[in-house]
Every structure is written in structure tokens, then in C-alpha cells.
């Protein structure tokens, strides 16, 4: 008796291996084949993605790259806003031509820098001192140069004027209030006396004196000039 034979090729989306099924003929007269091939769903998907182009196979890899250009704008904004800081306003200036600085009213302009002497003299002690510079945004004078120190003695000679220079205890280094120590070569420190930790600049010369605070010391701030 002949067999009827039945191929059959069907794709089912389903994540099974490839398998083969008997199927006994209902009218008694053979056995029907039936082979069963079975794709992954991975499989599926590939070629769909394939076949229906970049719009369906790059949407993830676009949503990804949106999200990162944001972060880069995010970061680029906030070091542009909050980048630079009171610190670095002295070295934002020097850019500017000099001649375009300006100094408040009060103030003395020297350079890119402005200085304020004091009318009068105060008793007040050293951190007195330095608060009233810092409500006026600056600080006690520290020396740099031998240029600077040759202006701030000829605009003293007639006054003492604290200086940014102090010692913690006798015969420790001089430090300016900026941590840096005195260069010896920048100039001579005259009256040694034990409990004086503080100078003063006045009279032509620089001076050791009471941290404390005395009738004839007056105070001298200084601080970056600024656009006018």
C-alpha cells in the first residue's frame, strides 16, 4: 500500500529547538510527516530589525546619545556659572589692560592693585584689623615686590600702617597672611622686641610691633582693582 507523505515547513515564534512530529493518517492508508521548524524569537527579531531599517534598530542607541549631550551641556554650565570664584578675581584681571582698572572711591590705585590708608589711627588689635578690610572686600597688605614696598613706603612717611606680616612666637619665621615667609632680601626689620609679633610699615622703614594694637597704627587694606 502506498504512503501519502506530508512535508510541512512552518516558522513559529517560539524559542524552541526544531523537531519532528508523527501524524497517523485517519484514513488508515500511511503515516503523514509533518517536520516542524522552529526560529528563536532572537532570530525573529534581527531580521525584523534588519529589514524595517535604522529607524526601529537605532532608536535606543539615539535615546542614549541625547542623554549624554545633555550631561555635557549640564557640566559645561555649571563650570561656566559656577567656575570661577573670589579667589581667582585677581587672575581674571590681569587680561585687562591695566589702564582700564579702576579703584572705589577712597581707595588708591598702584598698578592692578588698590590701597586703603586709613585717616586715622585705631587701637584696634590685628583680627579688627583684618574684619574691617574683609567688610570692604579686601585684606591687609602683603608685599610682593620691591616695587610695591617702595610705593607703600612713600605713601607712609608721615604714618605707621599695619602690614599683613606676622610671627606666631619669638623665633619662629615671618609669614605674610598668605602663608608665605619673608624674603630677607626684600627688606630689614627694625625693633626686635619679644612680644611684638605683628609690623608695621611708616617713616621710611618697616617695623616690628604689638599685635594688640596702638594709638599711632592705622590701618591699610588692599585688594585687586576692578573695571571701571
Avoid at 526544531?18 to 485517519?26: K, N
Avoid at 549631550?69 to 567656575?83: A, E
Avoid at 598702584?110 to 590701597?115: E, V
Wanted: charged residues 20%.
Amino acid at each position: 500500500m502506498a504512503e501519502n507523505v506530508l512535508y510541512a515547513d512552518l516558522n513559529l515564534p517560539e524559542s524552541t529547538r526544531p523537531r519532528i512530529l508523527t501524524v497517523s493518517d485517519v484514513q488508515g492508508s500511511g503515516c503523514t510527516y509533518a517536520e516542524v521548524k522552529v526560529k528563536s524569537q532572537e532570530t525573529n527579531a534581527a531580521a525584523n530589525c534588519k529589514s524595517s531599517g535604522k529607524s526601529s534598530c537605532s532608536r535606543k542607541h539615539a535615546a542614549i546619545l541625547v542623554v549624554i549631550i545633555l550631561i555635557l551641556v549640564l557640566g559645561v554650565y555649571l563650570i561656566i556659572t559656577y567656575g570661577p570664584t573670589a579667589g581667582s578675581q585677581e587672575d581674571s584681571t590681569r587680561t585687562i589692560p591695566e589702564e582700564a582698572l579702576g579703584c572705589p572711591t577712597a581707595w588708591k590705585k598702584h598698578g592692578r592693585n588698590c590701597y586703603f590708608f586709613s585717616p586715622e589711627g585705631n587701637p584696634k588689635n590685628l583680627e579688627a584689623f583684618r574684619a574691617e578690610c574683609a567688610t570692604m572686600g579686601s585684606d591687609l597688605v602683603v608685599i610682593d615686590s620691591r616695587e610695591e614696598l617702595n610705593y607703600l613706603l612713600s605713601q607712609s612717611r608721615y604714618n605707621y600702617y599695619l602690614l599683613g606680616l606676622t610671627r606666631s612666637q619669638e623665633g619662629q619665621k615671618w609669614k605674610w597672611i598668605n602663608n608665605v615667609e619673608l624674603d630677607p632680601a626684600m627688606f630689614s626689620l627694625h625693633g626686635y622686641y619679644r612680644d611684638y609679633l605683628c609690623t608695621t610699615i611708616g617713616f621710611g622703614e618697616v617695623h616690628t610691633a604689638p599685635c594688640d594694637g596702638s594709638k599711632t597704627t592705622q590701618n591699610m587694606c588692599e585688594k585687586a582693582a576692578t573695571i571701571s
